[in-house]
């Protein structure tokens, strides 16, 4: 497995635990005191979540500037 298809699959297994993770919140606000760390649990998936899926945005383009490029 390549660096990218690594990256790929981790955005992937970030998604399904942010989606969790929302829902754990949703449960615990829904109970008569919900407990404050509850709220944060959405975070560290939603942050590494930002960087895998900035490094995919940015793929595309960063393989065209180097197919682009010729030898003058």
Not at 33 to 62: C, I, K, R
Request: charged share 10%.
């Amino acid at each position: 497995m390549n660096w990218n298809q690594w990256i790929r699959q981790t955005h992937r297994w970030l998604s399904i635990a942010f989606t969790v993770a929302v829902i754990v919140n949703i449960v615990a606000l829904g109970q008569e005191e919900p407990a404050v760390w509850v709220s944060f649990l959405a975070l560290p998936p939603l942050a590494l979540l930002l960087f895998t899926g900035l490094y995919l945005f940015v793929l595309p383009y960063a393989a065209k500037g180097r197919s682009g490029r010729r030898a003058d």
